[in-house]
């Protein structure tokens, strides 16, 4: 099993997997490590679609302008988030998060504001505001799949629309990412990162 260390440093993104499948208890392995992701109010936004179909993984690829090597992974995971679930859970999280005494009557009252606010925006402005919770549970997805040996490469570059039409989900759903995951058959070497006084803001 690898540190946390470990799987930070020697992930890459991986376009290039083996045929092998991948089993089922790895796979409910990835979801679980997702599911304990941190979110704001704890409202939990996002859900997971695991497409396995050959002719289902060519459609996303095509949706994400023809980037072929998606439709090779044994798996990809279409990662969304759930506009309602998002709203409901926000309201209920901040109840839950005020009961046990995790946040103070006054941040409870704001988040409470807030929330109400949120059910006046339309799905298409509360999509990106939530997608950065789905971004925290993807990255546990993709470190966790380290530890069976698994690759994976985050997708953004698609057409979410046409990714919503294969499966025929309604505007309630906001696609964040696609995740093709499989075991690597390739071995990039690290990419460039910038210098850590390059990340810093005077
Ligand atoms: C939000 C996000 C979107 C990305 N979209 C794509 C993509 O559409 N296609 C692709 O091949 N790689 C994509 N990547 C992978 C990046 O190119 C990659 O993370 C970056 O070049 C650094 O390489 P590394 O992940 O191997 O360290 C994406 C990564 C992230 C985090």
């Known amino acids: 099993m690898l540190t946390t260390k470990e799987a930070i440093e020697k992930r890459r993104s991986i376009r290039k997997y083996k045929a092998d499948s991948i089993p089922d208890e790895y796979v409910r392995e990835l979801l679980d490590s997702a599911r304990l992701a941190p979110s704001g109010c704890n409202a939990q936004p ?16 095509e949706a994400a302008y023809n980037q072929a090597f998606i439709s090779q992974a044994p798996i990809v995971i279409v990662c969304c988030a759930d506009i ?11 109840q839950d998060l005020g009961q046990i005494g995790a946040i103070e009557d006054r941040i409870v009252t704001i988040l409470k504001g807030k929330a109400k606010d949120l059910e006046t ?34 997708i953004r570059l698609m057409d979410e629309q046409k990714v919503k039409e294969i499966f025929g989900w309604s505007e309630n759903v906001f696609v964040v990412a696609l995740l093709p995951i499989g075991y690597p058959a390739e071995f990039p070497i690290a990419r460039k990162r910038l210098e850590l006084n390059a990340i810093l803001i005077d």
């Open 46 to 61: 996002w859900r997971f679609k695991i497409v396995k179909e050959s002719d289902v993984k060519a459609k996303l690829a």
């Open 84 to 94: 309602q679930g998002y709203l409901d859970g926000t309201v209920s999280g901040v």
């Open 121 to 154: 925006i339309g799905s298409n402005e509360l999509g990106p505001r939530i997608a950065s919770n789905v971004a925290i549970a993807i990255e546990h997805i993709v470190l966790r799949a380290r530890d069976f040996g698994l690759g994976s490469c985050c």
